[in-house]
């Protein structure tokens, strides 16, 4: 049970990678490589320093090269035709062609070999209880599990505006209303979260 929960923290930080970075990049609209060397470098200048003095390898602290490589994803979906950023149509767009290429890399077999294996050098770990597993097998795992998670999360930020949008509008019904709507989101949050569980 504690590696299920471990696994939903994991994938709820996946998530605000996906918002957190979209709100940015949406609402600022900086994609200056200032900004972008600074994002790498919150992200990877700890464990490139633990991984140095302790001589370990880059995949044993697997959550700062997934988050690293999701945060790039991010960057480049926003960051291409960045002008068109305004469009809904192209949100959407851009929200399909991420589902589409990480359906590339991960769901077609050999997509995840030819796009990491020139990285093998800074993703590959040899488990010493088992040579024989692939080196990149580690990292195709664990990039793997939350792969999509990133994208909801993109998507939960660009539909946030309307949700407060609803909720102001709900605060502003009558008590009557307020509470019968309110009620029926709880009812619904709490069907899903039952199913979930």
């Known amino acids: 049970e504690m590696y299920n929960l ?4 994991i994938a709820a930080y996946v998530w605000m990678t996906g918002f957190g970075n979209f709100s940015y990049y949406y609402i600022k609209k900086d994609f200056s490589a200032i900004r972008f060397s600074q994002m790498m470098w919150r992200l ?3 464990v490139s320093v633990t991984c140095v003095v302790l001589k370990n390898d880059y995949m044993l602290y697997y959550i700062c090269p997934m ?4 945060t790039l994803l991010c960057y480049g979906a926003l960051a291409i035709f960045k002008e068109k950023n305004n469009d809904p149509k192209w949100i959407y ?3 399909a062609m991420s589902f589409v290429v990480i359906a590339a890399v991960w769901e077609v077999p050999g997509g995840f070999d ?3 294996r020139p990285f093998q050098f800074l993703f590959g770990y040899v488990n010493p209880a088992k040579p024989d597993i692939p080196a990149l097998h580690e990292w195709h795992f664990r990039s793997g599990l939350d792969r999509y998670v990133w994208i909801y999360g993109m998507i939960c930020a660009y539909a946030h505006p309307r949700y407060e949008a609803v909720m102001k509008w709900i605060d502003e019904r009558s008590l009557r209303e307020r ?3 309110q009620g029926g989101i709880v009812a619904a949050s709490s069907a899903v979260l039952y199913w979930w569980f």
């Open 179 to 181: 509470m019968m709507y």
């Open 44 to 46: 990877n200048f700890f």
């Open 6 to 9: 471990i696994r939903v923290f």
């Open 67 to 70: 988050h690293t490589l999701y």
């Open 93 to 95: 767009a851009k929200f």
């Open 114 to 116: 030819v796009l990491f």
